[in-house]
DNA sequence: CGCCTTGTTGAAAACACTCAACTAGAGTGG
DNA sequence: CCACTCTAGTTGAGTGTTTTCAACAAGGCG
């Protein structure tokens, strides 16, 4: 899969779905209890899945949209690309995240949806959605929880903006750490991080000139080494201290069973 | 009601709760078509109303919350009041905003709620809102939809962040002046703004010298005039312009019937 | 009247940005 | 096999914006 250009690829549709809804329903978990039969429903809503390679962009703002899509893996973004000026970031998304799950009640986005590295989705049609929430209200509660821990993700990138450019990075690479820990892709020690420094300054608000300085700075305080494709945390407790990093805004205190 | 110090004052919950839903109902309208027996649903679910007196913090972060807070006249703030560091206000709210909502799902809250100016708010149980969205499927979609929209102005104050001061007070005015518009509290001249400069500072992540620096020169651009509690546009397209502001994140564009 | 908050302005310092040049690696095509 | 061309990352120097520190004016309130 190469990065520039490129085309979506639709898969076949006629496997069993149940490991797509794998990371989705870890997620939920960590929120709530799920039954068989609501993962088994979930599975059942899955509409296509598809490949799309880095820099693809999903789903384009202010369009009419009739499904939503789940992140199965790969990370993709939220952004707006307004005319002038420079890109902004305003989410990042990961294995097991609804992306636009807000599009069931919006009927169109605000902003487009791009993949940063290679990624796998699956989409959910908002009609199998909406029968969904009709026919199974705890698991209509448990789509809504998301769409608000959403918000309180939003809540948290905008408080960061008022801090250092070190401490946005290091609360961001927290936030990593934290997300991806709950699917199963991070330890305490760090986390696969393929992205730019571009990428990476267009989530903080910086430029990637200053991302650069920034993690220069970050691996020489020893707090983290964002390297080639890699974030490595030495001591995560620290890493914390310094970014005033608090978990608690992500709601997944619940541990698994 | 003196600005700082005092206490909530508990009004008597005996009479007609119809007009305290009066700006709810108008911004639902401007998205979806509400019901008389949705209304009187709505009504019938408040609990106690409260009056506020500037500076009060009505509801703390992390606490269990119970209820669910509808702003009927005054504006508050939520906010992050990290131990160190400033206070960052993360959401802006007008009479007619579901404040916290979102607490319903989450059970308690990540920030707290602020008044910004006297406020006068109306308590729903959440007891007596959960029985809504079960009895009334409709409803709790036009709900679901609140908290939604609640996010898309998340981002774009994300989104704000990267732009200059003048830019980013410009385009917080503009949304003031659409979501205040909607119901009946602001016209294309202009609109009642009683905050500080302080105030509009933790909004923009800026400080309050800069701000007020910043408005100067708007004010010397002729672009917003505010002053003495007012703030004044004398052409709103310029404003809109100069600010890059659009309002369809708002998802208001359905005329009111 | 004195105290407090809010608003206002100046000057210096800190921070992030821009512009620019250069390195390294991956992929392309002669 | 080797230019050639991308993209990504790195670093330096100068610029611009925002912050900090400080002082003072105006108004409300006890």
Redesign the interface.
């Known amino acids: 899969m190469s990065r520039p250009g490129g085309v979506a690829s639709p898969l076949t549709n006629m496997e069993n779905n149940g490991h797509v809804v794998d990371a989705l329903v870890r997620a939920l978990e960590r929120r709530d209890s799920v039954s068989e039969r609501e993962r088994d429903a979930l599975a059942a809503a899955v509409g296509e899945i598809r490949i799309h390679p880095a820099g693809n962009t999903l789903i384009r703002a202010?369009r009419p949209a009739e499904a939503s899509t789940l992140l199965i893996e790969g990370m993709l973004a939220?952004e707006?690309s307004?005319a002038?000026?420079?890109r902004?970031i305003?989410?990042l998304h990961i294995a097991g995240d609804f992306v636009d799950l807000?599009s069931l009640?919006?009927k169109k986005l605000?902003?487009d949806v791009t993949a940063l590295t290679d990624v796998k989705v699956a989409l959910f049609p908002h009609v199998a959605l909406r029968r969904l929430t009709?026919t199974e209200?705890h698991l209509a509660?448990m789509l809504?929880?998301l769409?608000?821990?959403?918000?309180?993700v939003?809540?948290?990138?905008?408080?960061r903006?008022?801090?250092s450019a070190a401490v946005k990075v290091a609360h961001l690479l927290c936030e990593m750490q934290v997300r991806l820990a709950i699917v199963g892709l991070a330890t305490d020690q760090g986390f696969v991080l393929d992205l730019t420094q571009g990428d990476l300054a267009d989530m903080a608000?910086l430029t990637a000139v200053h991302i650069n300085r920034t993690l220069r700075k970050l691996r020489e305080s020893e707090l983290a080494i964002v390297r080639d494709g890699l974030a490595s945390i030495p001591d995560l407790q620290k890493l914390r201290d310094f970014a005033?990093f608090d978990p608690?805004?992500l709601?997944a205190e619940q541990t698994p069973r």
């Open positions: 202010h939220r707006f307004s002038v000026g420079r902004q305003v989410a807000h009640l919006l605000d902003h009709e209200p509660r809504w929880l769409t608000v821990i959403d918000a309180a939003h809540r948290e990138w905008i408080a903006t008022s801090h608000g005033g608690t805004y709601y």
